[in-house]
């Protein structure tokens, strides 16, 4: 079993960045594939990327290539989402998420583990 707590979120303007951290518990974290959702109010959770275990392969959702950057550090328990030219579209809470397998999915579904939400406004 895992605990996540995200930390990071925060009011910006557009343009700006934001780094959120996700801080594991447990002594298997490099176990883990990590991934990072989103949901806006009213809408559904979504993917926003994943990485898997040792950390040598990212994945994004289209509408944050070039933009987000995931990275981890196994020997802190801690993964990363770097966010820089945040546009208002970007507001959310921000979910990270753990799941117990090799694979990166992007469907909120495989994941075993969620922590409990940042909350990222993005201003004009």
């Known amino acids: 079993q895992v605990q996540l707590v995200e930390s990071g979120g925060g009011l910006v303007q557009a343009g700006g960045s934001l780094r959120l951290s996700c801080a594991a518990s447990?002594?298997?974290?490099?176990?883990?594939?990590m991934g990072w959702f989103r949901q806006a109010p009213g809408k559904e959770r979504e993917f926003v990327g994943g990485?898997?275990?040792?950390?040598?392969?990212?994945y994004y959702t289209d509408s944050v290539k070039g933009r987000f950057t995931i990275s981890r550090e196994n020997a802190k328990n801690t993964v990363f989402l770097q966010m820089n030219s945040l546009k208002p579209d970007d507001t959310a809470v921000y979910y990270c998420?753990?799941?117990?397998?090799?694979?990166?999915?992007?469907?909120?579904?495989?994941?075993?583990?969620w922590g409990q939400g940042t909350q990222v406004t993005v201003s004009l």
């Open positions: 998420a753990a799941r117990d397998g090799p694979i990166v999915f992007r469907e909120v579904r495989q994941y075993d583990y």
């Open positions: 447990g002594r298997t974290f490099s176990s883990y594939v």
């Open positions: 990485i898997n275990r040792s950390g040598s392969n990212t």
